[in-house]
Structure formats: C-alpha cells, structure tokens
C-alpha cells in the first residue's frame, strides 16, 4: 500500500523574536483562538466523516481491489488526522490559556515594580 501525506503543520516566527518575552494580549487574540478552535472541530469533524464513509464504502464492498486498498489507506490516514486536529485543539486551548495567564501575570508584575519604584522615589526624597 502506498503511503498518503496530508502535509505537515509548520509554523514560522521570525528570528529577531525573543519568544521568552513574546506574549499574547487576551483582548485582541480571544477572538483568534476561538476562530481557530472552530476550525479544528470543522476539520476533526471533517476527517471523521471521510474515515466513516470510506470504512463503510469497502465494509459494503461499493469499492473492490486496488480502489479499496487504497479506500482503507485513505480512512486509516483520515483518522489519524482527525485525532491530530483533536490534539492540536486541546495543545492550542491549553497553551493560549497558559499564555493568557502569563501575561496577565507580566501586567500585574510590572505595576508592582513601577509603584515600588515611586514608593522608593517617595521615600528617598
């Protein structure tokens, strides 16, 4: 049976980047995430059904042969796509959650810094 590629994921961030400073404001990437979320249940949904319907096409012999050696090649890897697109989902939920949390962390870490310095200024004067 020959072997079917669906493509891989990249994702490319530019190397002036310091990704331990980069993070996400909720306010505008809330929206994102939930557009991409949608997506990826479209997708996973998507990929569920095309395993579903090409499992039953040979189950039901409609496809026979070499056609249905590679109906079966094609489910196989549709399932495993749509398991990915599950993962990918839940890797991208969990991490938007982390870097919410994180900024919201840097925001209130920076306040504090800045009134302790105008406490210090108070105090020195």
Excluded: H
Aim: hydrophobic share 35%; charged share 25%; proline share 2%.
């Amino acid at each position: 049976m020959a072997k079917y590629s669906l493509g891989t994921a990249t994702t490319k961030i530019k190397p002036t980047v310091n990704k331990g400073e980069l993070y996400l404001d909720p306010d505008n990437a809330t929206r994102y995430e939930q557009d991409m979320a949608k997506q990826f249940t479209a997708i996973k949904t998507s990929l569920t059904n095309i395993n579903t319907l090409m499992t039953k096409a040979v189950q039901q012999k409609i496809v026979k042969g070499s056609y249905a050696d590679a109906f079966k090649g094609w489910a196989k890897k549709s399932k495993s796509q749509a398991t990915a697109a599950g993962n990918r989902l839940n890797t991208l939920t969990s991490k938007f959650e982390a870097d919410t949390k994180d900024y919201t962390i840097k925001l209130l870490d920076q306040r504090i810094t800045q009134l302790e310095n105008l406490v210090n200024s108070m105090t020195n004067e």
